[in-house]
C-alpha cells in the first residue's frame, strides 16, 4: 500500500499570508504479485549506428530476453529511413530464444532517422496487444529508445504530442540517446512527457545495462499511472510544480478549477518518489493547522491522502521555525532541472539566490559545482545532473 | 580525530607504508612492507574520510578486525585474506593483512573472456572459503565481485576474499545492510520485510551471481538466473547449478556452500547425496546434506542449515556439521558441550577441540567413557544415534541413509 507525506518549509505564516514551499513524498510500498510486462524495444538502425552501437544493440535484446518470463509480451521495432516491426509483440513463452535471436541478428545500420516512425510503431505494437489500462491486474507497459542521430522532420513539439498519446495509453517511455549528435530536447521530452527516464548513453557498452535496468525495474512495479491531485483551498494558489525523484523534471499538471493533477511515474518498489511546489497561503486570521492543499495519491484503485497545513500566528517565534531542507529540495530541483534542459543562466541564478538564502551549505555547494559541470560539460553532463540523490536510500 | 598515517611513515615502528592500494567505506589499505620480515604486506585502518559517521566506520572495522580473527584461530583458509598483525597506535587501530597481488574481480572480465574453466575453479574455490566460513558460524552475506581479488596461485586462478565488514557471527555483526545489488538474495535484501532467515544458502545465491558475471560480464536482479538465456554458451551442468543457487526460494536451492562445491567438482548439477535425522520420541525429521551444520534456532547470529528448538540453551549455534567422503558420512562437532554417537556399542562422545579446553577450564571431565580423548568427528552410519550435549539431554536423532 503505497503512502504520502507532505511537508512544508514554514510551518507558521502571518495573516496577511505567506509563499512557501512544500514537498510531497510517495512511499510506493510493497507488490502485492508478480507484474506482466509488455516490452517494446525501439532502436535506431540508421547508418550511424553501424558498428559496435548497432552490435551492443542487439547484445541488448539478447539481455532483454533473458530478463523476460514467461507471460510477459516483447517487440522490436527498428527504425531507419522507415520503421519496422522485427519481432512481435508475441507472448515471450510462445517464442523461442533461438527464434527471437534471430530475428534480432537482423538489426543492421543503414538510412536515415524517423525516429517519429519508430515511436508509433512501437506504440501501435503494443496496442495491438489490446490490452485495458483500466482492468485490474494491470499489465506494466514500456517502451525502450534508442537513438544516435536526429530527427530533421520532425518538431519536439510534435514528438511532446506524441510522448503525451503513448502516456495516455498506458505506455511509460524509457529513452536514451548515444553519442553526441541525437537531440537531447527531444530524448528528455519524450522521456518527461511519457513519465520515464532520460538519459543519455556514454558509450556502446551502456546499452545493455540501459535496457536491463528499464525491463527490472518494470517488474517491480507497485502501480502503474499513478497520479497526485493537489486540490488547492479558496484562494490558495499551487505553482512551481516538479518532480525531484525519480529524476528532476518538469511537470505540466492538468487543472480543474483549483485542482491540479500530477501524472506520476509508475510506483515502483523502494524507488520514492518526491514532488516538489510553491504555495501561496493567502490571508487569515490567526488559527492552527490551516489546510492550505488537499493532496491525495490515486494509485490502481488505492487512495493515500494528506494535508498541506500551516499555522496562522502574529508569535514571531513560531513564525521564525523554519524547514529549510524542503526550500533547498525545491530549489535543488530547480537548478537540476535547467541543468537538464542545459539552461546554466537560469541554474546560475538559482544557485546565487540559494547562497544569498541559505550560504555556503553542503547543498548549495553541490549545486553549484553541478552548474559548473555543465557548463564546461555536454550531454553527459546534462542528464547526470537531474539525477537528484535520494540521502534516506544510502546507507 | 586521530591522526592517519600516510605513504612512506612508519606504522607501530614496524610497518613501512607505501602506495595506496585502496579505500572503500569503511578502511583505507596500504601496500606497506614489514620492515622486521622484509615481507609486502597490506595495512588497513579506518577510513575516517567516508561518508559514513566515524562510529559505523569503527564498528564495520571492529567487526570486519574480529571476523578475521576467528578466521585465524580456526587456522584459516587459503581464499580468505589472512590476518598478520592487530593493533592500536595513539588511539587508531589497524589491521596487518596479507598483501594480495592481483586484482579484483569485477577487473576480471574487462581483461579477457573468463574461460569456462577458470569460472568452474573460482566457484570451488568461493565454495570452499564459505563452506570453511560456515562451519565457524560465520555468513558473509554481502559476497560481491569488489570483495574478491583474483590472483594466481599454483598456476591456478584463486580468488581470495578480502572484506569482512558485513558478515555476521555468533557474536553479532553489524545491523543490517541497505544497498541494494544483484548479489543479494532476496531473504537478505528484503531482511526488514520478511521473516526469512539468513543462512549457509543466502552465500550460495551470491556464489551463483558471481558465476554468471563471471560467464556474460554482467548480472541481473533477477533470481534463478541461467546463463544460457543472457546468451552464454556454456556446459549445461554449469548452466543448471547457477539457476539453482540462484533461485529466490532458499529451499530450491543448494543448502550450502560444501553441497554446491561437490556439484561444482563432480560437473554435475544435481545435489549430493542427502540423509536424514528423525527425532527419537519426537516428530520431526530433517534432511541432511553434505556439509549442512546443526544448531539451536533462534540464537543470535546467522542460522545453522538445521536449527533445533532448544529452550534450555545447551545446544550451540553450529553444534556439529555433516560431512561426507568417500560415500560416507561423518559428523564434525564444533560444540562447546559435546556430541554423542550411539552405533550400537554404547555411546561415543564427540567433542572439538576448543570445547575440550572449555571443559578443562572448568574442571569438567571432557573424556570419553573410556577415559580417552574424545574425537572431534566420528563416523556415521544408517541407524546410528545422535545426540546433543548429552544421551540423557533428551535431543537425540536417528541417523538414516
Known amino acids: ?395 | 580525530m586521530t591522526a592517519v598515517p600516510a605513504t612512506g611513515e612508519t606504522l607501530a615502528g614496524r610497518y613501512r607504508l607505501g602506495e595506496k592500494a585502496g579505500a572503500g567505506g569503511f578502511a583505507v589499505a596500504y601496500e606497506a612492507v614489514d620492515t622486521e620480515t622484509g615481507e609486502t604486506v597490506a595495512v588497513k585502518y579506518p577510513n575516517y574520510d567516508s561518508s559514513n559517521s566515524t562510529a559505523v566506520v569503527e564498528q564495520y572495522f571492529q567487526t570486519e578486525a574480529d571476523l578475521l580473527e576467528t578466521v585465524e584461530a580456526a587456522g584459516g583458509h587459503p581464499n580468505i585474506m589472512s590476518l598478520l598483525d592487530r593493533g592500536e597506535v595513539d588511539g587508531l587501530p589497524y589491521l596487518v593483512v596479507e598483501f594480495v597481488d592481483g586484482y579484483e574481480l569485477d577487473e576480471a572480465i574487462d581483461r579477457t573472456d573468463v574461460p569456462e574453466e577458470e569460472v568452474r575453479q573460482v566457484g570451488v574455490a568461493l565454495c570452499g572459503a564459505m563452506a570453511f566460513l560456515h562451519g565457524n558460524e560465520i555468513v558473509y552475506r554481502d559476497l560481491k565481485p569488489d570483495n574478491v581479488m583474483l590472483t594466481e596461485r599454483d598456476g591456478l586462478v584463486t580468488p581470495i576474499l578480502i572484506d569482512f565488514n558485513t558478515a555476521t557471527s555468533a557474536a553479532g555483526g553489524v545491523g543490517e545492510t541497505t544497498i541494494l545489488g544483484p548479489y543479494k538474495p532476496p531473504e537478505v535484501a528484503e531482511a526488514t520485510e520478511t521473516d526469512a532467515r539468513q543462512g549457509p544458502w543466502s552465500d550460495v545465491y551470491s556464489i551463483g551471481k558471481i558465476l554468471l558475471f563471471l560467464l556474460r560480464g554482467a548480472v541481473p536482479r533477477k533470481d534463478g538466473v541461467d546463463p544460457r538465456d543472457f546468451g552464454v554458451d556454456c556446459e549445461p551442468y554449469l548452466a543448471e547449478t547457477v539457476e539453482k543457487a540462484t533461485r529466490s526460494d532458499p529451499d530450491e536451492r543448494y543448502r550450502n556452500a560444501t553441497a554446491m562445491e561437490r556439484v561444482l567438482r563432480e560437473r554435475d548439477s544435481t545435489p549430493p547425496p542427502s540423509a536424514s535425522l528423525v527425532r527419537q520420541n519426537g516428530d520431526e525429521e530433517y534432511s541432511v546434506y553434505p556439509g549442512d551444520t546443526l544448531g539451536r534456532r533462534d540464537a543470535t547470529g546467522p542460522a545453522p542449515s538445521i536449527a533445533v528448538r532448544d529452550e534450555e540453551e545447551y545446544v550451540s549455534t553450529v553444534q556439529v556439521q555433516f560431512e561426507y567422503e568417500d560415500a560416507g558420512w561423518r559428523l564434525r562437532d564444533s560444540s562447546l558441550n559435546g556430541t554423542y554417537v550411539q552405533t550400537g556399542d554404547g555411546w561415543q562422545r564427540v567433542l572439538c577441540a576448543a570445547g575440550r579446553e572449555r571443559l578443562q577450564r572448568q574442571g569438567e571431565d571432557p573424556t570419553d567413557r573410556h577415559g580417552f580423548i574424545p574425537p572431534e568427528s566420528y563416523k556415521l552410519s544408517d541407524g546410528d544415534l545422535v545426540a546433543l550435549v548429552h544421551p540423557s539431554y533428551g535431543l537425540t536423532f536417528q541417523f538414516r541413509t
Request: net charge negative; glycine share 8%; charged share 30%.
Open chain 1, 1 to 395: 500500500m503505497a503512502s504520502i507525506e507532505t511537508e512544508v518549509n514554514r510551518p507558521a505564516v502571518p495573516p496577511e499570508g505567506a509563499r512557501i514551499t512544500a514537498e510531497v513524498d510517495v512511499e510506493p510500498g510493497e507488490q502485492a504479485s508478480g507484474v506482466e510486462r509488455h516490452i517494446a524495444l525501439c532502436i535506431d538502425t540508421s547508418g550511424s549506428m553501424s558498428g559496435a552501437k548497432i552490435s551492443r544493440a542487439r547484445d541488448g535484446a539478447s539481455w532483454v530476453f533473458g530478463l523476460l518470463d514467461p507471460t510477459d509480451y516483447v517487440s522490436v521495432v527498428a527504425f531507419d529511413s522507415t520503421a519496422e516491426v522485427l519481432l512481435g509483440p508475441v507472448r515471450w513463452g510462445d517464442l523461442g530464444r533461438d527464434e527471437a535471436m534471430g530475428m534480432v541478428e537482423e538489426l543492421s545500420a543503414g538510412g536515415g532517422t524517423d525516429m517519429y516512425a519508430g515511436l508509433e510503431t512501437a506504440s501501435e505494437s503494443l496496442a495491438s496487444l489490446d490490452h485495458d489500462p483500466g482492468a485490474s491486474g494491470d499489465a506494466v507497459r514500456r517502451l525502450l529508445l534508442l537513438s544516435d542521430g536526429k530527427d530533421k522532420d520532425h518538431t519536439v513539439g510534435e514528438f511532446e504530442e506524441l510522448a503525451r498519446d503513448i502516456d495516455g495509453s498506458g505506455v511509460r517511455i524509457e529513452a536514451a540517446g548515444i553519442g553526441e549528435d541525437y537531440n537531447q530536447d527531444t530524448i528528455r521530452t519524450l522521456g518527461t512527457t511519457a513519465r520515464g527516464k532520460w538519459t543519455h548513453l556514454e558509450e556502446a557498452g551502456d546499452i545493455e545495462a540501459f535496457f536491463g535496468e528499464a525491463v527490472e525495474s518494470a517488474s517491480q512495479v507497485v502501480a502503474a499511472d499513478a497520479e497526485l491531485e493537489l486540490d488547492a483551498a479558496n484562494g490558495v494558489e499551487v505553482s512551481d510544480i516538479y518532480r525531484a525523484l525519480p529524476q528532476a523534471q518538469d511537470v505540466e499538471p492538468e487543472w480543474e478549477a483549483n485542482t491540479a493533477t500530477v501524472k506520476l511515474p509508475d510506483l515502483t518498489e523502494r524507488e520514492r518518489q518526491r514532488v516538489v511546489m510553491k504555495v501561496a497561503a493567502p490571508a487569515h486570521d490567526p488559527a492552527e493547522g490551516v489546510p492550505l492543499v488537499q493532496v491525495r495519491l490515486r494509485a490502481r484503485g488505492d487512495e493515500a491522502t494528506d494535508r498541506i497545513t500551516v499555522d496562522y500566528t502574529e508569535e514571531s517565534e513560531e513564525l521564525a521555525e523554519a524547514n529549510e531542507e524542503v526550500q533547498l529540495d525545491h530549489q535543488e530541483t530547480v537548478v537540476r532541472t535547467e541543468l537538464g534542459k542545459g539552461n546554466v543562466e537560469a541554474a546560475e541564478t538559482q544557485v546565487e539566490q540559494m547562497t544569498r538564502i541559505h550560504g555556503e551549505t553542503e547543498v548549495v555547494e553541490d549545486v553549484a559545482r553541478e552548474t559548473q559541470v555543465v557548463k564546461e560539460g555536454g550531454k553527459a553532463e546534462r542528464s547526470r545532473a537531474t539525477e537528484l540523490v535520494d540521502e534516506e536510500r544510502i546507507e
